[in-house]
């Protein structure tokens, strides 16, 4: 029974992510309850492009103040590797401290209630328990959709910047 379910919960997600990726590709019309756009207000391109990079910068501000559960909140309940980049999150956070993440060049692509974020990243932290300087950078493609209750986080792809 579990595993019937798992292979259902694996097909909505991959119709949901080709179903996005053809949002933006302008291919598709995509269904309200896809679009996120349920009781939503229409936002043009510019400011669906600010709200997603605001909710991003708020998920790395989580990230790097020590808070992986409110980061994780911003997850979509439904997110192909949801739990992998969460106990990545608490893996770096137990070995790395004083994290700060930059982000440059960053591009986005917006759909009907959907845009990818693509950034160039660049980590510096402390290495504990010697407290040795680390430096890890980085190219991320974050996908966000907005719902009713904000911005989630609904696919990552690329060098993760929560890796360890």
């Known amino acids: 029974m579990g595993a019937a379910r798992l292979l259902q919960r694996h097909r909505s997600n991959a119709a949901r992510l080709i179903a996005c990726g053809l949002c933006l590709l302008g291919l598709w019309a995509a269904p309200p309850q896809l679009a996120g756009a349920q009781g939503a207000e229409a936002m043009s391109a510019p400011q669906l492009a600010q709200g997603a990079r605001g909710a991003l910068d708020s998920l790395l501000a989580d990230y790097a103040g020590g808070r992986p559960q409110q980061a994780e909140m911003m997850f979509d309940a439904a997110m192909i590797g949801r739990q992998v980049l969460a106990d990545q999150m608490r893996v770096s956070l137990n070995t790395q401290t004083q994290v700060k993440i930059t982000l440059r060049d960053a591009q986005s692509t917006v759909g009907d209630d959907v845009v990818l974020l693509s950034v160039n990243w660049e ?10 300087p680390g430096l890890r950078s980085g190219r991320a493609v974050f996908m966000w959709q907005r719902g009713r209750d904000g911005w989630r986080l609904i696919g990552l792809s690329g060098d993760s910047p929560f890796a360890p």
């Open 123 to 132: 980590k510096r932290f402390l290495l504990q328990p010697a407290m040795t």
